[in-house]
């Protein structure tokens, strides 16, 4: 089969150029980024999940969230953070939602910044914290 060199050239410029419009990026900072595909986690009984001392940014940390109270304080990375913002987006967590009948919320805290921490949970949207020098209240 003799197939003209100028023929495969464009077949070959159209497949990359096809395949390059359709791929996700894996880098927070490209366009499109669609976030980590992270599988769904369970509440493990007796054992707390809050993240290192540490964190690292983007990199997501197993973490729980006590429930009872609502969903407006953190303590993670060693300080406080206060819910700032709830939005929809691609979804970060993979699986089936955690149970409406617990008092914790078992996903990931993602530091995105030094003032900016994500928390993400399966069937939920991405919950925005920011930090504060204020402690939580207690629970009414």
Not at 38 to 66: C, F, M, N, S
Request: glycine letters at 10%; charged letters at 20%.
């Amino acid at each position: 089969m003799n197939v003209p060199r100028q023929a495969v050239v464009v077949l070959l410029s159209a497949g990359l150029l096809l395949s390059g419009c359709s791929s996700s990026s894996d880098n927070p900072e490209d366009e499109g980024y669609t976030g980590p595909t992270l599988p769904a986690r369970t509440v493990v009984k007796d054992k707390w999940r809050e993240g290192p001392a540490k964190p690292k940014q983007h990199k997501p940390y197993p973490y729980d969230i006590y429930t009872h109270c609502g969903i407006k304080w953190v303590n993670f990375g060693g300080r406080w953070w206060v819910l700032d913002s709830v939005f929809p987006g691609p979804e970060q967590v993979k699986g089936e939602p955690p149970s409406q009948y617990t008092q914790r919320l078992a996903g990931y805290m993602t530091l995105i910044g030094p003032d900016t921490a994500n928390f993400d949970a399966a069937g939920m949207p991405t919950m925005q914290f920011v930090p504060t020098e204020d402690e939580p209240p207690g629970c009414a």
